[in-house]
């Protein structure tokens, strides 16, 4: 009763909302997914360009939303796929593996992410051209360093 009437107290303040962010937050599964794929996509650009792979992992864990972490793998593997260098490869093979031996992203959200793309491979193709050979030998790579399983590995489409 009394987190009841502490509430009403609170959502009756002029500037209740905010005040309320202050107090228990706003972050997590608050968040529209419209937003956090924006957010999403801006942290993997400014890795991308600060190559600090420790920054990356704390915004991801941030934005608090550990069951929308495929979202980053579905997005870092796709800017593999559109990249015309060695560099974007190795960086996101790179934070890929941190995320992955630190825990931040699961077993689960890891697949999930990779299925996406393997799904999506065609579509991506079309944009894409050589995307199929890129993924096989990204997915390879990941296969090598431990980050996928090989069950994961051995789904990836090939042409």
Same mark, same amino acid.
């Given at each position: 009763r009394a987190a009841l009437d502490r509430a009403t107290v609170l959502l009756s303040m002029t500037k209740g909302g905010k005040r309320i962010d202050n107090v228990w937050g706003s972050g997590g599964g608050q968040q529209s997914v419209k937003h956090l794929v924006k957010e999403i996509?801006?942290?993997?650009?400014?890795?991308?360009?600060?190559?600090?792979?420790?920054?990356?992992? *704390?915004?991801?864990?941030?934005?608090?939303?550990?069951? #929308?972490?495929?979202e980053l793998v579905y997005e870092a593997v &796709?800017? &593999? %796929?559109?990249?015309?260098?060695?560099?974007? #490869?190795?960086?996101?093979?790179? %934070? %890929?593996?941190? %995320?992955?031996?630190?825990? &931040?992203?699961?077993?689960d959200q890891m697949k999930r992410? !990779?299925? *996406?793309? !393997?799904?999506?491979?065609?579509?991506?193709?079309?944009?894409?051209?050589?995307s199929y050979s890129v993924l096989e030998r990204f997915v390879e790579e990941c296969f090598k360093a431990g980050i996928i399983p090989k069950p994961l590995r051995d789904l990836c489409p090939s042409r």
């Open positions: 996509d801006m942290l993997l650009k400014e890795y991308l360009l600060s190559g600090d792979v420790l920054e990356a992992e *704390r915004c991801l864990q941030e934005l608090e939303v550990p069951h #929308f972490h495929h &796709v800017m &593999v %796929l559109e990249s015309t260098g060695e560099k974007t #490869f190795k960086m996101i093979l790179d %934070l %890929l593996k941190s %995320l992955w031996k630190s825990s &931040v992203i699961t077993v992410g !990779y299925e *996406r793309v !393997y799904c999506e491979i065609p579509d991506i193709n079309l944009d894409v051209p050589h």
